[in-house]
């Protein structure tokens, strides 16, 4: 394999959200019995889907992505998981078939700032490679509606 088609198989995106990361929010009920994602959570999403955009993220159905996560925040007191659910859920906001169960590895760092106007999200996206994209397409076949056991070695 020559080393421009290595370069094509692992292309690697990084972007980053201004403003403090927004754990994503539990579902609201309106008094008209309709449910509704939090007006934070819905406008993080959207700035994560809008940085992406500008960054040039263009995600595939059927591809796997490994993805870090750096979360620049002034107090250690977030939710870090339900960040990184709101930043999942605003790339799935981009105009492709991607689903968050395409990112198959995953690295989340809290990275201390002092001020609260230094704090950012920055989101790094890795293709995997396409020996590793067939090991996970091998790995999630369907077989009669279930998702195939067999161990597998990476």
């Known amino acids: 394999m020559s ?9 690697e ?12 929010g539990r579902p609201r009920r309106a008094p008209d019995g309709h449910w509704y994602t939090p007006t934070r959570t819905r406008e993080f999403e959207q700035r994560v889907a809008w940085s992406a955009i500008a960054a040039g ?9 490994a993805m870090d996560v750096g979360l ?18 605003g790339l799935q906001q981009l105009e492709t078939d991607f689903d968050d169960r395409q990112v198959v590895r995953l690295f989340v760092k809290v990275i201390p700032v002092r001020e609260a106007e230094q704090e950012e999200t920055v989101v790094t996206i890795k293709k995997l490679p396409e020996k590793t994209q067939a090991l996970y397409r091998e790995y999630f076949k369907k077989e009669t509606g279930e998702k195939r056991t067999a161990e597998m070695s990476l």
């Open 57 to 65: 993220v263009k995600l595939e159905q059927g591809v796997y992505y």
């Open 3 to 11: 080393e421009s088609e290595n370069r094509s198989e692992m292309t």
């Open 72 to 89: 620049c925040l002034s107090n250690n007191r977030r939710d870090v998981d339900n960040i990184v659910k709101s930043v999942l859920d």
């Open 13 to 24: 995106v990084t972007f980053t959200v201004p403003g403090p990361p927004v754990a994503k």
